[in-house]
C-alpha cells in the first residue's frame, strides 16, 4: 500500500496562476482533507470530504476550491494564486469515524511569487 | 468551542535527559478523542497515539508516554532518555464532532530539540 500519496511535491507559480494539487489514497478511505500549514499556526483545515461526490469547507475555504470525483482522489485547485497561499499543503484520509486515525501524505511546498 | 492549547513554542534539551511536552485542550463534548502526531524535519506527519476520553489510563510506548488527565483537560507526552533523533514539532488534536462529521482541531505544535 502506498497510503496517501501527493502530486506535485514542490512548485513556483507566480500571482494569478492556478494550479491543482492531488491527492490520492489506496486505503479506501470515507473522509478526506486538505490542511495547509504555516510557521507557528499547526494545520488548518481548508476543505474536507466525507465522501465521493461531497465536499465541505473547513476553516479556511477562502481562495481554493476540491473535487472528489472518485473515493480515492481529492483535488485541491488555486484558481488565482496569491502570495498569502505560501504554504505547506498536506492532504489526509482517514474512516467515517471519529475515533479514527487521520494518515497524511508528504506535503506539497508551494510557493507563490 | 473547542480549542487546544500547547504552550511550549519550542523546548531544547540535552541528550538522554527526559522532556515533558504539554497539551491543554477545551470541550463541550463527554466523548472525545485526542491525538499525538510528530512531525520530524523531513516533514511527514507520523500518528503516535490516539486516546479517547473514557480512558484514562496512562499508555506507555518504549521511551515514550502518554498521561491523560481530564480533570486538568490535559493530554501530556513525556520522552524518557531523549534522543537526537527525537528532534521534530511535536502537535497535538482534538477530534470534534461537526455537523455530524469529525474533524481535528490542532495546537501549533512544540519544537522539540535534542542536542548531542
Known amino acids: 500500500n502506498a497510503g496517501v500519496t501527493q502530486t506535485p511535491k514542490f512548485r513556483v507559480l507566480k500571482t494569478g496562476q492556478s494550479m491543482t494539487l492531488l491527492c490520492a489514497q489506496d486505503?479506501?478511505?470515507?473522509?478526506m482533507y486538505w490542511y495547509r500549514q504555516d510557521p507557528g499556526m499547526g494545520l488548518r483545515l481548508i476543505h474536507y470530504?466525507?465522501?465521493?461526490?461531497?465536499?465541505a469547507k473547513g476553516e479556511v475555504p477562502d481562495g481554493y476550491n476540491v473535487s472528489r470525483l472518485k473515493k480515492q482522489n481529492f483535488l485541491l485547485g488555486l484558481e488565482s494564486a496569491a502570495p498569502s497561499q505560501t504554504s505547506v499543503y498536506f492532504c489526509a484520509s482517514g474512516t467515517r469515524s471519529r475515533t479514527d486515525t487521520q494518515y497524511f501524505g508528504p506535503g506539497t511546498r508551494l510557493t507563490v511569487l | 468551542a473547542q480549542k487546544v492549547t500547547q504552550a511550549q513554542t519550542e523546548i531544547s534539551v540535552v541528550e538522554k535527559e527526559d522532556v515533558t511536552l504539554d497539551c491543554v485542550y477545551e470541550?463541550?463534548?463527554?466523548?472525545?478523542?485526542l491525538f499525538w502526531y510528530k512531525q520530524p524535519p523531513s516533514g511527514e506527519l507520523v500518528f503516535l497515539i490516539r486516546r479517547n476520553s473514557f480512558d484514562e489510563q496512562n499508555e506507555i510506548s518504549g521511551r515514550y508516554s502518554w498521561n491523560f488527565q481530564k480533570s486538568t483537560s490535559s493530554f501530556n507526552f513525556t520522552i524518557t532518555a531523549s534522543q537526537v533523533v527525537d528532534s521534530a514539532v511535536y502537535f497535538c488534536?482534538?477530534?470534534?464532532?461537526?455537523?455530524?462529521?469529525?474533524?481535528?482541531?490542532w495546537g501549533a505544535g512544540t519544537k522539540l530539540i535534542i542536542k548531542p
Open positions: 470530504s466525507v465522501g465521493e461526490g461531497t465536499t
Open positions: 486505503m479506501n478511505h470515507e473522509y
Open positions: 470541550t463541550r463534548d463527554t466523548t472525545y478523542y
Open positions: 488534536a482534538l477530534s470534534e464532532a461537526k455537523d455530524s462529521n469529525y474533524q481535528l482541531i
